[in-house]
């Protein structure tokens, strides 16, 4: 299949969490998650002659989608070095930041990255494939309890001890290489009616294990707090409980936790202020997009007391 910028990802929540952005023709805006460019494409429209757009993809098909115009530029990177490549840049401070979290379309339809249970495949998922670790080495070389805390935290499975004494078990006569495989060490484990829905959260747990996403997504919002400008703006848009309540946290307190914290006065000490609660698909965009489903779109400002705490912000 020829991979194209339009097939390569439709863009989620598009005009809602572009407008989210406020944007202003002539700012710095860094779109984190360029994939097929969709978003990045309708920033570049809103911005003037003066304005500037900084994307960043860590996949290589993602370059060939790069956008052709003097006001943009591709940074073939894990989002998570935000900062470094800001300053490598000369880039003191932005004006906003968009993240489409999650995994692109076309992961999940390139059968053989092993994103996707519906193809038999290497067991992959890197999404930078100079990257070392692969899924399959995750499944084969990590000890019982290692794989049981992966599938209970980053899958909240509750099978996750029982899920990963089979796979221990089975690898022990074969190695676990292919999604096929996976399945089938798996396959006495799940009830016929919740299979789909126990595998999708099995293979989400090593995706975020292989790609480190929880990580990369704290160091991106600590970077993207210090960089902003008073008044910027934070529109990212999310897929799972995990990585929402990491972004619903930091908007409305400024740590991951969502501690609060008040000054003598009662005055909430944030570096943000919220802007919406969460605004999804609508009935339209999930007619026109299924995998849109479980998006969650959070915009946050960046206030004088960001500004004030700085690179201090506890994140």
């Not at 700012?27 to 570049?44: A, K, M, N, P, Q």
């Not at 960043?56 to 003097?70: R, S, V």
């Not at 501690?259 to 802007?275: A, C, K, L, M």
Request: charged share 30%; net charge neutral.
């Amino acid at each position: 299949m020829t991979v194209t910028a339009k097939s390569y990802h439709v863009p989620v929540l598009l005009n809602e969490s572009i407008d989210g952005l406020n944007i202003h023709p002539h700012g710095v805006y860094v779109d984190v998650t360029f994939g097929g460019g969709g978003h990045s494409r309708e920033i570049l429209r809103r911005l003037g002659k003066e304005g500037h757009l900084f994307s960043f993809d860590q996949d290589a098909d993602a370059e060939k989608n790069i956008i052709n115009d003097d006001r943009f530029t591709f940074v073939r990177s894990n989002f998570r070095y935000i900062s470094n490549w800001m300053r490598y840049y000369g880039i003191d401070h932005i004006d906003g930041l968009l993240a489409d979290l999650g995994v692109s379309s076309h992961h999940f339809d390139d059968a053989m990255r092993g994103f996707s249970f519906r193809f038999d495949a290497p067991l992959d998922m890197r999404m930078n494939k100079r990257a070392e670790q692969t899924a399959a080495d995750i499944i084969n070389d990590y000890e019982e309890k290692q794989l049981a805390d992966i599938f209970h935290l980053y899958g909240e499975l509750k099978q996750s001890r029982r899920i990963a004494s089979a796979l221990c078990a089975y690898r022990r006569n074969k190695k676990i290489l292919t999604t096929a495989d996976l399945i089938d060490a798996t396959s006495k484990l799940f009830q016929r009616e919740r299979e789909k829905k126990e595998l999708t959260k099995l293979f989400q747990a090593l995706r975020i294990e292989v790609n480190h996403e929880m990580d990369a997504l704290r160091d991106m919002l600590k970077g993207a707090t210090a960089l902003l400008k008073t008044g910027g703006r934070l529109s990212i848009i999310t897929y799972h409980s995990l990585e929402d309540r990491i972004v619903k946290n930091i908007m409305k307190s400024g740590n991951e936790e969502g501690h609060v914290e008040q000054d003598f006065y009662g005055n909430v000490n944030s570096p943000f202020r919220q802007i919406n609660k969460i605004t999804t698909p609508t009935a339209d965009e999930l007619l026109r997009n299924p995998r849109s489903r479980s998006a969650k779109l959070r915009i946050a400002e960046k206030t004088d007391y960001g500004k004030r705490q700085g690179n201090r912000a506890d994140i």
